[in-house]
């Protein structure tokens, strides 16, 4: 069992910089790939990045290479999402996920079988 939460959301303007944190509970953080989705208003729930269970390999989603950085410290069982030169088109609730054991497939949000409560992020002046 674990259990995420994210913190960190909140408004910025465009051009400007937000990280993302997501604590797990349990000590099998380790054992999970980890991904961050988005989801904004109106639209379908949407991969953003994903990390390796040791962190050794990253997928990012087109639109944001180049802007955000994911990391994970397994030793504080945490995963950060470094979001960098935000534009209004990053707006939504952002939320990351535990990719259930076996899987390998990062985008399709039923590979998950964690998440957390979500964090609004908001990218406007």
């Known amino acids: 069992q674990v259990q995420l939460v994210e913190s960190g959301g909140g408004l910025v303007q465009p051009g400007g910089s937000l990280r993302l944190t997501c604590a797990a509970s349990?000590?099998?953080?380790?054992?999970?790939?980890m991904g961050w989705f988005r989801q904004a208003p109106g639209k379908e729930r949407e991969f953003v990045v994903a990390i390796a269970r040791n962190g050794a390999t990253t997928s990012y989603t087109d639109s944001v290479k180049g802007r955000f950085t994911i990391s994970r410290d397994n030793a504080k069982n945490t995963v950060y999402l470094q979001m960098n030169s935000l534009k209004p088109e990053d707006t939504a609730v952002y939320y990351c996920?535990?990719?259930?054991?076996?899987?390998?497939?990062?985008?399709?949000?039923?590979?998950?079988?964690?998440w957390g409560q979500g964090t609004q992020v908001t990218v406007s002046s």
């Open positions: 349990g000590r099998t953080f380790s054992s999970y790939a």
């Open positions: 996920a535990a990719l259930r054991i076996g899987y390998s497939d990062y985008v399709p949000t039923s590979g998950y079988g964690y």
